[in-house]
């Protein structure tokens, strides 16, 4: 089992950038790919990134695609989404979340809420 903390969000204007930051606890990190996932008020929950265990892989969604990156430390077992460009529909509380096996996203932390002002 893996316990997962988001943190870095934060009130930003349209166009600015901001870091996430996911800390999980477990020696297991590394073993896990790790997404991140959004929701904003009155939508269902999205798919936001995706980065493999060694983190060589990585998957966006197209309506962040070319903005976010995705990135892990495992030595640090924490997991990273630098957004640039922001854009108020990226407006959402941020969560990170571990996948156990074909998309078995068993783990999830918090969130941590991104508001962009436009």
């Known amino acids: 089992q893996v316990q997962l903390v988001e943190s870095g969000g934060g009130l930003v204007q349209a166009g600015g950038s901001l870091r996430l930051s996911c800390a999980a606890s477990?020696?297991?990190?590394?073993?896990?790919?790790m997404g991140w996932f959004r929701q904003a008020p009155g939508k269902e929950r999205e798919f936001v990134a995706r980065?493999?265990?060694?983190?060589?892989?990585?998957y966006y969604a197209d309506s962040v695609k070319g903005r976010f990156t995705v990135s892990r430390d495992n030595a640090k077992s924490t997991v990273y989404l630098q957004m640039n460009s922001l854009k108020s529909e990226d407006t959402a509380v941020y969560y990170c979340?571990?996948?156990?096996?074909?998309?078995?996203?068993?783990?999830w932390g918090q969130g941590t809420q991104v508001t962009v002002s436009s």
């Open positions: 979340a571990a996948d156990r096996g074909t998309n078995d996203y068993a783990y």
């Open positions: 477990g020696r297991t990190f590394r073993s896990y790919p």
């Open positions: 980065i493999s265990s060694s983190g060589i892989t990585t």
